[in-house]
C-alpha cells in the first residue's frame, strides 16, 4: 500500500500533467482564435475593398449621367439665347445703322 507521500507525490505528478494539458490547450485555443481573427480580418478588408470599389463605380457612373444631363440642359439654355438675340438682330443692326447715319 502506497505511503502518505507517495499518494501525495503522486497527486501533485497528476495535478502538474493536468496543468501542462491544460496549458496546451489554452496555447492551442489562443492560436485557433488568432488564425481564425486573421482570416475575419483578412476577409473584412477584402469585403471591405470590394464594396469601396462598387460604391465608387456607382458614384463615378451617378457623377457621369449627371454631368451629361447638366451638359444638355446648358446646351438647351445656350441655344435658347441663342435664339433670342437672333430674333433681336435685325433691330439691334437697325439701331446701329440709325446711330451711324445720325452721328454723320
Wanted: glycine share 2%; proline share 2%; charged share 35%.
Amino acid at each position: 500500500m502506497p505511503t502518505v507521500i507517495e499518494r501525495i507525490a503522486a497527486a501533485e505528478a497528476d495535478a502538474e500533467a493536468l496543468r501542462r494539458d491544460a496549458q496546451e490547450k489554452a496555447r492551442e485555443l489562443i492560436a485557433s482564435a488568432e488564425d481564425e481573427a486573421a482570416v475575419s480580418l483578412r476577409n473584412f478588408r477584402e469585403e471591405s475593398k470590394a464594396g469601396l470599389a462598387l460604391a465608387s463605380a456607382m458614384a463615378e457612373k451617378e457623377a457621369e449621367l449627371l454631368s451629361e444631363r447638366l451638359m444638355a440642359e446648358a446646351g438647351e439654355e445656350s441655344e435658347r439665347i441663342m435664339a433670342e438675340a437672333r430674333k433681336k438682330l435685325p433691330e439691334a443692326a437697325g439701331l446701329i445703322v440709325d446711330h451711324i447715319l445720325n452721328k454723320y
